[in-house]
C-alpha cells in the first residue's frame, strides 16, 4: 500500500447496500400457478399499454430487481409503451414451468442449498436447474441465486436448525434431544411412520417465529452472517457468529490472521475484515475454528466472494516540488511507522452506529481512485476521501474513540489518528492546528483541529484515512453503515 495526498476533483458512485441471507425482494404475494415459457438465449420483451415491470416479472419468472438491472432501469414505475425489455434469467433451448413467486437471493455464510430449499418451499434440484450450479459444494458466500418460493408446494420453514443424525439416534431420540415433537419431526422431513433414521441423515428441526432464521450451520453454532452481503474491494465487512455455548473463535482470510471479539458474554462474536484496494475480484477461503470451553473445535470454513469496487482512474503530473512523492525512501519509512500504529487490536469498542464526517465540505477526490502519475502505471490508489474545506475549517471526530498519535509528517503534515476500538483507526492529515493530545478521549462531534495545507499537499483540503485490521478501506461506507 502507498500513500499519497494530492487533492484532486473527481467522484465516485457509492456502493450498494445488501442484507446478509435475506431476500432482496419485498415479500412476495401468493404463489402464483405455473406458466410455460418458451426460453431463448436474450429473451426481449416490448412493452403493451396497461403493462407494469411486476406483472412482466411474473410473466417470465423472474424479478421486478432482476428486469431493472439488466436494463438500467432506476424507478421500475416508470417504463414506457414499446419500451424493448431485456428479460434475465433465461434458459436457453427450453420450455420452463415457472410455479412459486420468483425471488432473488444472495447467499449467505450459514446456507446451504439444502437449508434455502427448506427455507423457501422448493427443492435442491429446482434451485441447482435455475441457477445452473452443477456442484453444490461450489457455493460461495455473495453469489446471487433466483429463487421459486413455494415451488414445490411444501411448507416453508424461515425458523429452525440442521440436525446430523448420529449413529443410534432414533426418531424418538432425535425429537428429544432438539426439543420438538415427533410429529412436528416426522412431517417436517416427509419421514415414513416407522420414522427410521440413518447415521449422517440431516434433518429440519422446525422452531416457532422466535426461533433463529433457518440456517444450516454445525452445532453449537446458531448464527452465521455477514454484513454487507457482498465484499468489495477497498471496503470491509463483519462476520458475526452467535454460539449456544462459550467459545473463542480463530482463522484466517486471505492467509490474514483475524481477531475474534465478543461482546462480553463469549456467545456473539464479531470479526471485522478490511479488504485491500487492490485485491483482484475472485473467490477467497474464508477458514474459521470455534473451540469450547473443553477443547472441541467446530469448523466454520467458507468460500467468499470479492467483487470490483467501481473505481475510478486518472492521471497525474507531479509539479518538480512534489517528485520526491514517487520515491519509497520517502514514503515508505512515514507508512510504515503509520500502520505500526493502525496494526494494533483494543478490546473497547467505541462504535455502533454510522459515522459522522469530519468535515462540513464536499469530497473533491475519493477513495480507491486509480493513480498513474507522470505517465507511469497505475500503480497507486488514493488511500482515502480528500474533503474540498477551506483553510482554518473545523475537523470534527466522527466517533467517539482514544487519540493515539498527534504530531508533523513529512507528507501527510501535520496528523492525528484515532483508535475507535476492534482495530478500527481513522487518520486526519494536514491540519493547520491539532488541538488534540495522545491519551485524549473526544467524543463524536468535538472539534480535533482546523484544515491547512500542511506536508506535501496541493492546497487547504482534509485527507480523511480509515484502517480496519491495518488496511486502508473507504471511510464513506462506515458513514452508511452500522456494524453491530
Known amino acids: 500500500m502507498i500513500a499519497l495526498m494530492i487533492a ?39 412493452v403493451q399499454r396497461g403493462e407494469n415491470l411486476f406483472e412482466i416479472a411474473q410473466q417470465y419468472g423472474t424479478t421486478v430487481e432482476s428486469i431493472a438491472r439488466a436494463n438500467g432501469i432506476d424507478n421500475p414505475a416508470q417504463i414506457s409503451v414499446g419500451q424493448r425489455l431485456l428479460i434475465p434469467n433465461a434458459v436457453p433451448n427450453a420450455i420452463v414451468a415457472v410455479p412459486g413467486v420468483p425471488t432473488d437471493y444472495i447467499v449467505g455464510p450459514g446456507d446451504s442449498l439444502l437449508g434455502l430449499a427448506w427455507r423457501y418451499g422448493t427443492t435442491i434440484d429446482q434451485i441447482a436447474r435455475q441457477n445452473r450450479i452443477v456442484n453444490p459444494a461450489t457455493l460461495f458466500v455473495g453469489l446471487p441465486l433466483s429463487l421459486q418460493r413455494g415451488a414445490d408446494g411444501r411448507s416453508q420453514f424461515a425458523n429452525g436448525r440442521v440436525y446430523t443424525v448420529d449413529a443410534g439416534d432414533t426418531l424418538y ?67 458475526l457468529i452467535m454460539m449456544r455455548k462459550v467459545a473463542t473463535i480463530s482463522g484466517t482470510f486471505m492467509k490474514h490472521a483475524l481477531v475474534d471479539h465478543t461482546d462480553g458474554d463469549g456467545l456473539t462474536h464479531h470479526i471485522l475484515i478490511g479488504i485491500d484496494a487492490f485485491t483482484a475480484s475472485g473467490i477467497y477461503p474464508l477458514q474459521l475454528m470455534a473451540t469450547d470451553g473443553v477443547g472441541v473445535q467446530t469448523d466454520l470454513s467458507r468460500a467468499i466472494a470479492v467483487t470490483d469496487g467501481g473505481y475510478h482512474s486518472e492521471k497525474i503530473v507531479l509539479p518538480p516540488d512534489q517528485k520526491d512523492l514517487l520515491d519509497p525512501k520517502v514514503t515508505q519509512p512515514e507508512l510504515d511507522k503509520l500502520l505500526a500504529i493502525v496494526g494494533k487490536d483494543s478490546a473497547k469498542r467505541y462504535f455502533g452506529k454510522p459515522f459522522g464526517l469530519p468535515v462540513a465540505a464536499a469530497i473533491t477526490s475519493p477513495f480507491g481512485t486509480r493513480r498513474s502519475y507522470d505517465g507511469g502505471p497505475f500503480n497507486q490508489f488514493h488511500t482515502g476521501n480528500d474533503f474540498g474545506a477551506p483553510q482554518g475549517a473545523p475537523i470534527f471526530a466522527p466517533m467517539a474513540g482514544v487519540v493515539v498519535f498527534t504530531g508533523p509528517l513529512h507528507v501527510r503534515g501535520n496528523a492525528t489518528i484515532i483508535d475507535h476500538g476492534w482495530g478500527v483507526f481513522t487518520g486526519y492529515w494536514h491540519q493547520t492546528t491539532i488541538l488534540v493530545n495522545v491519551g485524549d478521549v473526544v467524543q463524536a462531534g468535538q472539534i480535533i483541529g482546523k484544515v491547512g495545507s500542511t506536508g506535501r499537499a496541493t492546497g487547504p483540503h482534509l485527507h480523511w484515512e480509515f484502517f480496519v485490521g491495518g488496511v486502508q478501506v473507504d471511510s464513506m461506507q462506515w458513514t452508511r453503515l452500522v456494524f453491530p
Open 8 to 46: 484532486c476533483s473527481l467522484t465516485a458512485g457509492s456502493p450498494s447496500q445488501a442484507q446478509t441471507g435475506i431476500p432482496l425482494s419485498p415479500t412476495p404475494p401468493p404463489p402464483v400457478t405455473a406458466t410455460a415459457i418458451p426460453a431463448t438465449v436474450q429473451t426481449i420483451h416490448v
Open 173 to 239: 431420540r432425535a425429537a428429544l434431544v432438539n426439543g420438538v415433537s415427533v410429529t412436528a419431526l416426522r412431517l417436517a422431513n416427509d419421514l415414513p411412520a416407522d420414522g427410521a433414521l440413518f447415521p449422517g441423515q440431516r434433518l429440519l428441526i422446525p422452531l416457532g417465529k422466535d426461533g433463529p432464521v433457518l440456517l444450516d450451520v454445525p452445532s453449537p453454532i446458531v448464527g452465521f452472517s455477514m454484513l454487507p452481503a457482498v465484499a468489495e474491494q477497498g471496503r470491509s465487512f463483519e462476520i
